[in-house]
């Protein structure tokens, strides 16, 4: 259930995500026109420069689409997930906001594509906030489609192509305009009240008075004249139909309104549109002014439209040259028409027949070139399919055919690692002149639940399983988790031992796990003689003696700690410590049975607490480990024998201790709670 709620959340979430995210990225004028509508809201707009809630604009796109995209790959899926939770928790608040205080009229979710009310909105993001929370709460569910290295090739992609798809919608015009102004729109239909379309409503209440008390009415149960009207207050209950162009005029500069000779003249007319001509761009005037002498010469006539006033008007005559005249029309309105400050328009009687960026005005240098040619020459003359394809092209299928790679080499790493046999296996892991194995072991101590720990397995088996690691590598658990971990664990890339065994063989011992149960679960080896469990559980070198038998007679691998106090290391007596550990313990092995045991060198002082040896100091204290077992076994039973080194051992501080010869990976406490973490050592060994 719990797998099927995290990715059903999962997909919604990234369904929403990369289309509002697209969406936004594909206009972000308009974006930035509601962020800055919000900040108006909040009397801040004064505070927000243009170039600040533009890049804010571009900024919000981006991490749309890219959490959109990331929870559709479950990539980094915990940050992603605690990400997507806080983005929802802002969301929600401030559509609460909107819903109650009705700052804006829709919401800007979706652009211009898909206009919600504020309540819409709200039970939208309370749907989200809802899935985010669940994707939180269990976000190692969600199936990955890629492996951790191509991840970053997927994010790094998405990141650039949102920009790109900004930068592109802001140099030209956004690739898919849904406003009322877009091209093959008739401005007059558009502005048109069908007969049948329901009017405003209003309400009207009177106030009136009689024998000093007031009261008040409505017409239906307006009162004899014995009352005195004092007062009348009428409302409005009901906006009626709004055509969707409600708010287009243009006023010339004597003050007459041109609408309607401009929308009815028969042939073309060119808008140039600039809501602010403070802020419009005037590097491509010379363009322009070409564009006005064509006009002229076909009998096109030719308005600047605009906002602006006077003052500004010249100075943009002034830098510019301009000669054409200027008109007036609402900022808002205007800067719905285009999103380009100025861009062009191209009108054959009230139909919008070509748009133009500034920065790309259709090329007149034919000066002869007919307004009909003209008129093909805008830049959005692609069908809306043709540009959803091209999107498909340029984002979607790059990326499928990443996971398509991704998924065929994990696939085919799979195949040949089943075809290496065991043994195989093993001597792959030992170099040349060393033939002992290196070895990551993690041991978790009392820490993770059932699910928890579940969840940690199988994301460390999922990443070593699609990247082969250069050392075995052993997860020690608590009991509880052996027999589920086991079930799906890959044994040969990731092996599974417990943290304890029973002295006794079987019976009436309560609470005891022996060491024949272990290995039924699956387990193959075990830590003993760790010094939380010799100093909390006063396990003595004879207990321990007893549970490396029993360890060994049940067919399990030990991981068989040493190591010295701080007082001990002061005294430097940390040689006579492990000896006496070694000799306590295991010493009495047969150099058969002793081929099974993987020392851990762990100083106590070093253990959790942040503190670790120098890779000297392990080196040198490995390097007489050695020495001892050669005295009790021999050179070659020596050289065999893997020797960890274990205490606050890190992704940081891995590769200089494991460079050392005697040192051959590591038995590792905090740091293997995390995957990330754990891996981060592993991969000292690459
Ligand atoms: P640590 O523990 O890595 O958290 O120091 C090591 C251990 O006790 O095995």
């Not at 009229?105 to 669940?134: E, H, P, R, W, Y």
């Not at 997860?475 to 417990?498: E, K, R």
């Not at 080196?619 to 050179?635: F, L, M, N, P, T």
């Amino acid at each position: 259930m719990k797998t099927i709620a995290a990715n059903a959340c999962r997909i919604v979430l990234a369904l929403t995500f990369i289309f509002s995210g697209y969406v936004k990225a594909s206009d972000p004028l308009g974006t930035q026109y509601k962020i800055h509508d919000y900040l108006e809201a909040l009397g801040l707009a004064a505070y927000a420069p243009d170039w600040l809630t533009l890049c804010s604009s571009i900024a919000l796109s981006a991490v749309e689409f890219s959490l959109g995209i990331f929870m559709l790959f479950a990539i980094r899926r915990r940050a992603t997930s605690a990400a997507m939770l806080l983005f929802m928790m802002a969301m929600t608040a401030i559509t609460v906001w909107i819903a109650i205080a009705d700052p804006v009229s829709d919401c800007g979710c979706f652009g211009d594509a898909v206009i919600l009310t504020n309540m819409q909105t709200l039970a939208k993001n309370i749907v989200l906030l809802a899935c985010a929370a669940t994707v939180y709460a269990w976000p190692l569910r969600m199936y990955r489609f890629i492996s951790r290295p191509a991840q970053w090739i997927a994010i790094n992609y998405t990141i650039l192509f949102s920009l790109a798809s900004s930068i592109v919608s802001l140099y030209l015009l956004p690739p898919f305009d849904f406003r009322p102004y877009h091209i093959g729109a008739d401005l007059l239909k558009g502005m048109e009240i069908p007969a049948d379309a329901p009017q405003p409503q209003f309400t009207t209440t009177f106030v009136l008075e009689k024998n000093g008390e007031r009261k008040e009415f409505t017409l239906d149960d307006y009162p004899d004249s014995t009352w005195t009207f004092v007062d009348s207050k009428t409302v409005q209950t009901s906006e009626g139909y709004v055509p969707p162009i409600h708010d287009f005029s243009i006023q010339l500069e004597d003050g007459t309104d041109a609408t309607d000779n401009i929308l009815t003249h028969k042939g073309y007319t060119f808008l140039l549109i600039s809501p602010h001509l403070e802020t419009a761009d005037d590097s491509n005037f010379g363009d322009i002014d070409r564009i006005y002498e064509y006009a002229k010469q076909h009998d096109i006539p030719f308005y600047c439209l605009t906002a602006s006033t006077g003052k500004a008007i010249q100075h943009w005559q002034d830098i510019t040259g301009a000669e054409y005249p200027f008109a007036n029309t609402d900022e808002t309105t205007l800067k719905t028409v285009i999103r380009s400050n100025p861009g062009l328009l191209m009108l054959r009687g009230p139909v919008i027949v070509g748009k133009w960026s500034h920065n790309a005005l259709p090329d007149i240098s034919d000066p002869d070139v007919s307004p009909d040619k003209l008129q093909s020459l805008h830049d959005n003359t692609r069908p809306a399919s043709q540009k959803v394809l091209l999107v498909i092209l340029w984002f979607i299928l790059p990326l499928t055919m990443l996971t398509l790679a991704d998924r065929t080499w994990a696939w085919t790493k799979w195949i040949r690692r089943k075809r290496v046999k065991p043994q195989q296996h093993i001597k792959h892991l030992k170099t040349k002149n060393n033939m002992r194995k290196k070895i990551v072991a993690g041991n978790w101590k009392m820490n993770m639940n059932l699910q928890e720990g579940i969840a940690l397995a199988k994301e460390l088996n999922d990443t070593l399983t699609a990247e082969k690691p250069n050392c075995g590598v052993i997860i020690c658990t608590p009991f509880i988790h052996l027999a589920s971990v086991a079930q799906f664990l890959n044994q040969d890339v990731v092996a599974l031992g417990a943290e304890n065994c029973a002295d006794k063989e079987k019976g009436a011992f309560t609470g005891e796990v022996s060491a024949e149960m272990v290995k039924s679960t699956g387990a193959q080896y075990v830590i003993l003689g760790h010094s939380e469990r010799r100093e909390y559980y006063n396990e003595t070198p004879e207990i321990l003696k007893e549970k490396v038998l029993l360890a060994l007679k049940n067919g399990l691998k030990v991981i068989f700690c040493i190591g010295e106090s701080k007082e001990e290391r002061e005294a430097n007596k940390q040689n006579e410590v492990v000896k006496a550990e070694l000799e306590g313990s295991v010493f009495n092995l047969t150099a058969e049975e002793f081929a099974n045991i993987v020392i851990a060198y762990e100083p106590i002082w070093a253990i959790g607490t942040g503190l670790t040896a120098t890779a000297e100091q392990a080196e040198d204290i490995h390097a007489y480990i050695r020495s001892v077992v050669a005295e009790k076994y021999g050179q070659e039973v020596a050289d065999n024998t893997s020797i960890l080194y274990g205490g606050s051992c890190k992704a940081s501080n891995a590769p200089e201790l494991f460079a050392k010869p005697d040192i051959d990976g590591g038995l590792i406490g905090g740091a293997s709670l995390k995957a990330a973490d754990f891996k981060g050592i592993i991969d000292a060994w690459k």
